[in-house]
């Protein structure tokens, strides 16, 4: 069970495909909550609650604003005496809840985020072939001072990593990626006072990391490659990535049958690891992985139906910055993608982004700042 928003004549017709439907609609438009069929309960009380419901051979579309959504789960959640359908409908209002809420705080284990606005993460590569500087801070001396920028810059987070995970890359070694990344992690908990973020998918980094200063484990494949690293980043704020594989072979399996379904059901599971590993749920944000076991076809639909991805209650991390999806759009190698990212970071924040990770942080800052103007706007 989710909530769809149906902007265009295509998710409407998807959303008929869903629910197998023989006669599609191509005119749906606003909010729909796709429900199973079982129990017939939960469908036909929303129906009673004043809900529009079609059904098809798989499942059933209650269609609505956020707010009727989530008035009619309430009524039902409170009148309804089955159990599976009561505890359908409390899933469904928690969800619509979620969509139209302010966005959850990301609570850190020692700093505290700026309130009220849409965070900047900024990127600090310490790997020689990354994708977007080509090994340009690659030493100790040159990442502390790029990374000293960000922060002038004003970056709220800043991110470092010592592998790259771009697609085809070839993994290295956790000591190697240590030897890399620690002592960068450690200048810079001496330096800035910015909450520092560690940017791998190894308990040994990230111990290393977290020893050094960082808050923040962001780990590209949500806790999944690590049977460790639940563990090691108990005490931390982490974020946790959709990714399918591993780099080297993550495109391979960009293949999905309902896109926006399969990211958010591996995005739970990836919620359910942290919290089987004791992590507190406001210690965490998710990020949908841009780039990563996705095509970039996939890349705009996550980023134009991105506020789909709120009702699952965390703070959305979105990393669009320079990535080839942006450079097929307009014809610009990655160093001079900035008006492309900028234009894609603006438009993840009007969608439910809280937090950008970026490579051009001042530019960033300065579009968010009218983005944002305009997303709060009261007068």
């Known amino acids: 069970m989710r909530l769809l928003e149906l902007q265009n004549e295509t998710d409407s017709l998807q959303a008929c495909a869903a629910i197998g439907r023989s006669v599609a609609d191509s005119n749906l438009r606003g909010w729909a909550a796709l429900l199973p069929l079982d129990p ?24 609505g604003s956020i707010a009727q959504i989530w008035s009619a789960a309430r009524s039902l959640a409170e009148s309804v005496d089955r159990y599976k359908a009561r505890t359908l409908a409390l899933e469904l209002r928690n969800r619509a809840a ?14 505290q985020l700026p309130k009220d606005r849409t965070l900047v993460m900024g990127v600090v590569n310490v790997t020689p072939d990354s994708f977007s500087d080509g090994g340009r801070f690659f030493s100790l001396e040159k990442a502390v001072e790029h990374a000293l920028v960000l922060a002038e810059q004003g970056a709220d987070i800043l991110d470092i990593g010592g592998e790259s995970s771009r697609p085809g890359a070839e993994p290295i070694g956790a000591s190697e990626e240590r030897e890399r990344v620690e002592p960068v992690v450690r200048e810079l908990a001496r330096r800035v006072k910015v909450p520092l973020s560690i940017d791998t998918s190894k308990s040994d980094v990230a111990r290393a990391a977290l020893d050094a ?4 484990v962001n780990d590209v494949s949500g806790l999944a490659r690590d049977p460790q690293m639940g563990e090691a980043v108990k005490g931390a704020a982490v974020c946790l990535m959709h990714m399918r594989g591993t780099p080297e072979q993550m495109q391979a399996k960009a293949t999905y049958s309902d896109l926006l379904d399969e990211v958010q059901r591996e995005l739970i599971e990836a919620l359910e690891r942290a919290s089987a590993a004791g992590i507190a749920e406001e210690r965490i944000a998710l990020d949908p992985g841009l780039g990563f076991a996705k095509t970039g076809e996939h890349n705009l639909l996550l980023l134009r139906r991105l506020r789909e991805l709120t009702q699952l209650g965390r703070p959305l991390v979105v990393g669009a910055s320079r990535k080839s999806f942006i450079g097929t759009a307009t014809g610009r190698s990655a160093p001079e993608r900035l008006f492309g990212s900028v234009a894609a970071s603006a438009l993840a924040a009007s969608s439910g982004a809280a937090v950008l990770r970026v490579h051009d942080v001042a530019a960033t800052r300065e579009a968010l700042a009218v983005a944002d103007a305009i997303r709060t706007s009261t007068a």
């Open 40 to 63: 017939p309960a939960l469908a036909e009380g929303l129906r009673h609650c004043g809900l529009p419901v079609l059904r098809g051979e798989k499942a059933a579309l209650a269609l």
């Open 98 to 111: 979620h969509l139209d809420a302010s966005r959850p705080r990301w609570e850190l284990p020692r700093s």
């Open 213 to 216: 200063g960082a808050e923040i």
